[in-house]
């Protein structure tokens, strides 16, 4: 079983920065591709950025250039910065992993943090 804990979410003015952590936890794993996600109340939950092992980024057209997903320091975690924010950006964020396994594939979740940006 592999958990995912999020942290960094918070309340910042517009034009601000916030950066959010992803954790990975658990044993016997690797760590395929990590990906933010964020989901806006009344909207569908979409990736915002995604980085798999080999270092090869992804991101949704509305943050390039703002937002820069990375692989942390420590082992199985990844960071999100995002600088010029905008009210927009408020939501949900959610840190989604693909982890291997025995061989096999499997997806997980965090809880999710909130980020809050004021015009």
């Known amino acids: 079983q592999v958990q995912l804990v999020e942290s960094g979410g918070g309340l910042v003015q517009a034009g601000g920065s916030l950066r959010l952590s992803c954790a990975a936890s658990?044993?016997?794993?690797?760590?395929?591709?990590m990906s933010w996600f964020r989901q806006a109340p009344e909207k569908q939950r979409e990736l915002v950025a995604s980085v798999t092992s080999g270092g090869s980024t992804n991101y949704a057209d509305s943050v390039k250039g703002r937002f820069t997903i990375s692989r942390g320091n420590a082992k199985n975690t990844v960071d999100l910065q995002m600088n010029r924010l905008k009210p927009e950006d408020t939501a949900v964020y959610y840190c989604?992993?693909?982890?291997?396994?025995?061989?096999?594939?499997?997806?997980?979740w965090g809880r999710g943090t909130q980020v809050t940006v004021s015009s």
């Open positions: 989604y992993a693909i982890v291997g396994v025995n061989s096999r594939n499997y997806r997980y």
């Open positions: 658990g044993s016997g794993f690797s760590i395929n591709t």
